[in-house]
C-alpha cells in the first residue's frame, strides 16, 4: 500500500487539541451578510488562526482533516453577529460595534459603508478573538464548549483575560459577551456554510 493523501496531517484518535482559552490572533476569511431564522440582519464571520498565534491555522487543519463529503467549516472559526440590539432594533448591537471597531483598530482601516460589496472588505483582515466557555445544549445533552466569545483589537490579544464561563441559566459575564450564536453546532463541533455563501467561500 502506498501511504495515503494527508497521512502525515491526519489526527491519531485522542489527539484532538482544543482552542487554548483566551485571546487569539486571527484573520478573517469571509464576511457575510445574511438574516437570522426569525428575520433579522445578521452578519457571518468565518475567521482562521493567524501564523503569529500559538495554534496556528488551527481550523484550516481541522477542516482539511474531515473527510466527510459535506464538508463544514469549525464552529470555533465561526462567528453570528446581529447588526441591531436584540432589546431596541433602533440602536446597533454592541458585538456588531465590537466587531467592526476591532478590525479598524487591527487593520488601521476604516469601513468603507453602502454598496453591495460590503462584507467584501473585511477578507483578509486581521483582528483578535477570545475564547471562553460556554454551557450548550444539543440533541438534550447540556455540555460545555470553547466558543468565540467575541472580537477585540489585534493590539489587546496578549493582555486578554480567560472570560468567566456561560452559563444556560444566564449567570456569566455581561460584558461584551456574545448574543451571537443564534444557530446550533453538531456535536463533532461543525457548522453548516450559510444557504447562498458558497460561491465566496475560499476554502
Not at 493567524?50 to 481550523?59: H, M, T
Not at 469549525?74 to 467592526?100: E, H, L, W
Not at 483589537?153 to 444566564?170: E, H, I, M
Amino acid at each position: 500500500m502506498q501511504k495515503p493523501h494527508g497521512y502525515e496531517e491526519a489526527q491519531v484518535m485522542g489527539e484532538y487539541t482544543p482552542v487554548e482559552l483566551g485571546g487569539h490572533y486571527a484573520t478573517v476569511l469571509q464576511v457575510t451578510e445574511t438574516q437570522s431564522s426569525t428575520g433579522k440582519d445578521m452578519i457571518v464571520v468565518v475567521f482562521d488562526l493567524a501564523k503569529q498565534d500559538k495554534q496556528p491555522g488551527r481550523f484550516r487543519a481541522q477542516f482539511d482533516n474531515d473527510d466527510r463529503n459535506d464538508k463544514k467549516w469549525p464552529y470555533a472559526g465561526t462567528m453570528y453577529i446581529m447588526v441591531n440590539d436584540y432589546q431596541d432594533a433602533s440602536k446597533t448591537s454592541r458585538n456588531f460595534k465590537t466587531f467592526c471597531t476591532a478590525v479598524e483598530h487591527s487593520n488601521n482601516m476604516q469601513i468603507a459603508w453602502g454598496g453591495n460589496d460590503w462584507a467584501k472588505q473585511f477578507k483578509g483582515k486581521k483582528v483578535g478573538v477570545v475564547y471562553g466557555e460556554v454551557e450548550t445544549e444539543y440533541n438534550g445533552e447540556v455540555k460545555m464548549r470553547r466558543n468565540p466569545r467575541w472580537f477585540c483589537s489585534w493590539d489587546k490579544v496578549a493582555d486578554t483575560q480567560v472570560p468567566n464561563p456561560k452559563y444556560l441559566n444566564g449567570s456569566g459575564p455581561a460584558a461584551p459577551a456574545s448574543e451571537s450564536a443564534p444557530a446550533q453546532a453538531s456535536p463533532d463541533g461543525f457548522l453548516n456554510v450559510p444557504e447562498g455563501a458558497d460561491d465566496e467561500i475560499p476554502f
